[in-house]
């Protein structure tokens, strides 16, 4: 009932894909808020959540695709050594255009977070199951923590010729209908011109 009332409450064609990402970072941000109301306030500890997101609206073949990656210390200590570590992007499938798959931090302070950033382009057009990475991290006492990150899920890449036909504003297509055009409507008006010249000249001469 509630999701029937919710279109006549806000007149907006939602796409199922904008929807299901919406719902998505509205489950990371519950569950970070969870996460933040779990930790006991007298335990002195890091402790680190992190996000991998899908920054594109469409996925293209041979187009860039960015990867956002992004660390909460949600404890009450900093975090040492941090390595971030993303092998979901296997080198027969992906090109790595800018950024690194593996990054590291010194350290990440209680209450902050950091992000990291990675452009690839898919090689080929299909669908993509883009699974976690790995996050690994040792506590103030000298623990070391192993964790994962969030994942996107399947992704539709789409055909970059497919695409661009659907998507994309076609400049050279109507610069070519422009230049297509153009004669046959300038030659007629050069006649229309040249025929009431005449006329006038004629009707100016008789008066």
């Keep these: 009932t509630t999701w029937r009332i919710l279109p006549l409450l806000f007149p907006v064609c939602v796409h199922e894909r904008e929807l ?3 719902m998505g970072k509205l489950l990371g941000f519950l569950l970070l ?6 930790v006991p306030p007298s335990e002195a500890r890091a402790r680190l959540l992190a996000s991998k997101t899908l920054l594109n609206e ?4 041979l187009k860039d695709l960015t990867i956002r990656y992004s660390i909460y210390n949600v404890g009450t200590s900093p975090a040492q050594s941090v390595v971030l570590d993303d092998d979901s992007f296997p080198p027969e499938e992906f090109t790595v255009v800018r950024g690194l798959l593996s990054a590291s931090w010194e350290r990440i302070s209680q209450n902050s ?3 990291h950033n990675v452009i690839l382009q898919v090689k080929e057009p299909g ?4 699974s976690w990475a790995r996050l690994s991290y040792t506590t103030d006492d000298g623990q070391e923590q192993v964790g994962y990150t969030s994942a996107p899920g399947e992704v539709m890449v789409n055909n970059y010729r497919e695409f661009s ?3 994309e504003l076609h400049v050279m297509e109507w610069l070519a209908f ?3 055009s153009t004669p046959t ?3 007629p008006l050069l006649i229309w011109y040249r025929s009431y010249s005449k006329y006038e000249a004629l009707k100016t001469k008789k008066a």
């Design 20 to 22: 299901e990402k919406a």
């Design 33 to 38: 808020v969870l996460a933040l109301a779990c």
């Design 58 to 61: 469409y996925a293209v073949e």
């Design 113 to 115: 977070n950091v992000t």
């Design 127 to 130: 669908r993509y199951n883009i």
């Design 165 to 167: 036909r659907n998507h």
């Design 178 to 180: 422009v230049a297509m």
């Design 185 to 187: 409507i300038v030659l």
